[in-house]
């Protein structure tokens, strides 16, 4: 399974040939929805946190990360389907807990 260590922040309302969502790690994303005073949410559904925030120009933007537990999420289904492993890409933009959980649900073989 391919699972993202980032998220992205995203400019509302979408525009046809409009901005691009901005990806960002889990830590950016923390600090954004904390410098402009707003609750992260957690859809159970999605199994990610989320939030909306209004930047200096009035623009709104939704915002969907990973934190520890949506990768915890993942990891819960990697094993409910069986499924060999799994890997990542932007490993720049990932956050400590997760190498945490990856070491206390998985055996980690090198090769």
């Known amino acids: 399974m391919g699972q993202n260590l980032y998220g ?8 046809p ?7 960002i790690s889990p830590q950016q994303a923390i600090r ?4 402009h005073n707003v609750a992260i949410q957690y859809d159970t559904r999605a ?4 939030f909306r925030y209004r930047d200096e120009n009035g623009k709104e933007h939704e915002v969907w990360f990973e934190d520890a537990r949506s990768i915890q ?10 499924l060999r492993g799994m890997s990542y890409w932007k490993l720049g ?15 980690v073989v090198k090769r």
């Open 73 to 82: 999420a993942k990891f819960n289904l990697v094993k409910e389907l069986g």
């Open 47 to 50: 199994q990610a946190p989320h």
């Open 17 to 23: 040939g409009g901005p691009y969502a901005r990806a």
């Open 8 to 15: 992205y922040d995203w400019t509302l309302p979408y525009v």
């Open 93 to 107: 933009l990932d956050f400590p807990q997760n190498w945490l959980l990856l070491t206390d649900n998985f055996t």
């Open 32 to 35: 954004l929805a904390a410098q």
